[in-house]
């Protein structure tokens, strides 16, 4: 065998060893990032199904009929 066939096997091996170490990096890291979206949108869906304050009346309408004071007449 020749010394130049032999290195040239080398560099091929580190090569595809440090690119499956990136790719080992860039999938634990979107792996990562998926998981922080899921938690994210998880919490974002339990805070819309949580049921919401009722909106506080004024102190202007308390006490009146529902039909009273709630719309108004602009036709001239």
């Known amino acids: 065998m020749d010394i130049s066939s ?3 096997v080398a560099t091929v091996t ?3 060893a ?6 080992d990096a860039s999938a634990a890291s979107l792996n990562q ?4 979206q899921a938690q994210q949108a998880a919490e974002q869906v339990d805070q819309s199904l949580t049921p919401q304050q ?3 009346e004024p102190s202007s ?3 009146l009929p529902e039909n ?5 007449n602009v036709t001239a």
């Open 14 to 16: 580190n090569t595809m």
């Open 68 to 72: 009273v004071g709630r719309n108004i």
């Open 54 to 56: 009722a909106p506080q």
């Open 18 to 23: 440090g690119s499956k170490t990136a790719n």
């Open 61 to 63: 309408t308390r006490g």
């Open 33 to 36: 990032a998926l998981d922080t």
């Open 6 to 8: 032999m290195a040239g």
